[in-house]
């Protein structure tokens, strides 16, 4: 692992980051479980009159934190969340290129576990006549799990792009579309352009980039940009109620499915949860919506298994005996060290990260859209999560919706600082080079 030197700003992030690595499990645990925790005092209340005034003074201590978060019309910074939009995608494109800087990487080496298999996924495609490549990415490939960016990949590199440049430089286009979808997705539900604009920021250093690039998880990349975009739409199906919204809804399912199948449940299932949370008078258009979509899902999903040969959502849910079950929750606290701070060089122990994602889901009681999806996305996630082995486990962190809820926390502190506008703007300065930082020692260890 590369060290910053001694005695600059990222050395001594690089220690405290270090120091408090430990921390980061509890960090992860208080982000997945507090809705759990709050169910349990919810119900507990009814029955027990110390629990029902322990709960009641508890919630007030949180209702003085839980206020209304001023963004754009409160902080300079803010004002101009389009622009700050433009810098987070070109920040991304600048991190996508970084890692084959002649300077950082003379020879040109790959860059990324995965990469290599994608590159020969393509190389396959292009050896064989155009159907037999499309028939190729829906079963032979990865037993036809991601045929939508081989898909995607094999027709660039059928445009006389040599493969190993299609794939190799394809973070380039996938960062600036995750700031992108995450500022959409919070600016949908939320109608908030600074929130948009933070998370749009986050985003451009979030786990998704740098594990992305890290470990060359391409599909699993896009598939979070199409999941923000898909829960931006449901938003407006939400808000509008029109059944047209539906086809494009489903095609935004599909697309999901067909890219990163584990995303595309968690996904549909935080959407159905987040159904059921509705009032009344949206709550069956909703759920009968997303059931329709979970349908027609199973439906592709068995057509692409008769019709090409791949493999099965369900198929490969049955191989999952090994690493997933009571067994592994009985190690559950191992599990989480080890996926926090062993795998990938320990980029998701980001306790900054981390952290501010916990305190917004701690302390923000989500009322509007933005929080109510976050939150079924957050527990949708967590009970798995518990009965799966470290490595797992760092795939549903991964698919985790970290920009947003950082963005969240970061205001909350940022309104709580005091100082008005420089004190907020320094803070927040602060944390976006920290992340920047972290983001640009991600590249250069990958």
Known sequence: MTMPCGGSFAWYQAQMFRGLAPLSPLLLFLLLYTWLARLILKVGRKHSTGLDKFSRTLSGKVRGLDKPIPSQAKFILLHHPRLL??????????LGLFPYWPGLNPNGNIVGTDTPVYIEWTRQMLARPFPQAISYAFSGADSGFRPVPLILF??????????????????????PLLSLSSFVFVRTGSGDNGTAAIAALVASFSFDVTVGIWAGYLANWLGMIIAFFFLAAFFL????????????????????LLTHPWTWALILTTAFFFALTRPRIERKLLTTSTIMMIAVGIIVDFAKNQVAGGATLAGDLGTKGPVFGISQLVTFWPNISVALNVFYDGLLGNVLLLGLSALSFVTIRFRDKVEGMLACWVASASVPFALLNSFHQTRLIYDLPIPPLVAIGLLLIMSRAGGGNLRASLLLLVVLLSCANYALEAVIQA
């Open 237 to 256: 199906f939400e808000k509008s109620k029109r059944k047209t919204i539906v086809i494009p809804l489903i095609f935004l399912s599909l697309a999901l």
């Open 85 to 94: 939009l433009i810098l987070a995608m070109t920040v991304t494109v600048l």
């Open 154 to 175: 094999y027709l660039i590199a059928s445009l006389g792009v040599r493969p190993e440049q299609v794939v190799e430089f394809s973070p380039v286009i996938l960062g």
